[in-house]
């Protein structure tokens, strides 16, 4: 009879293992990577056009304009935009995550009668591009993560 030993560096019993929680790890992390590099676009004013938001009256523009020296988008005051990028709860599985913004109640309360927007919606909005850089941010994390652990498993033959 001949014996011997088999080292495997990650093998796939350690990889089944472990690939559970780096996933549910990997998502996360690229929910907190679109609410530091991607929310806060959408309170520029190039977000009009990249995320296709409503258009706001004339006369909500110019009091904006007058009051307060801008006419960005989602913004009036400031106070949605420093609250949904200050604050952010991410919870979930290997299988999903989500985020949850707190905002101020305005936030939900829009007149469908008065054709007024649904800002919770354009704040949600992506671009495809972004949707493209979020999947790359996951796969080159998955796979760093995957490949730093060197799991040895040892077969006797």
Do not use: C
């Not at 014996?3 to 929910?31: S, Y």
């Not at 530091?36 to 977000?47: D, K, N, W, Y």
């Amino acid at each position: 009879m001949i014996g011997g030993e088999i080292v495997l560096i990650g093998g796939p019993k350690a990889h089944e293992t472990k690939f559970r929680p780096f996933l549910k790890e990997a998502l996360q992390l690229t929910i907190r990577h679109w609410h530091e590099q991607h929310l806060p676009r959408h309170f520029e004013r190039s977000a009009y056009g990249r995320y296709h938001y409503q258009r706001r009256t004339a006369k909500h523009e110019l009091r904006k304009l007058r009051k307060y020296g801008h006419q960005d988008p989602l913004r009036f005051s400031g106070r949605l935009m420093r609250e949904v990028t200050s604050r952010i709860r991410i919870s979930g599985t290997a299988r999903m995550a989500q985020a949850a913004l707190r905002g101020p109640r305005y936030l939900y309360q829009f007149r469908k009668d008065r054709k007024a927007p649904d800002k919770a919606v354009e704040l949600r909005k992506t671009t495809r591009k972004e949707e493209r850089e979020m999947g790359d941010f996951l796969d080159r994390y998955l796979t760093e993560r995957l490949n730093s652990d060197r799991t040895r498993e040892t077969i006797r033959i």
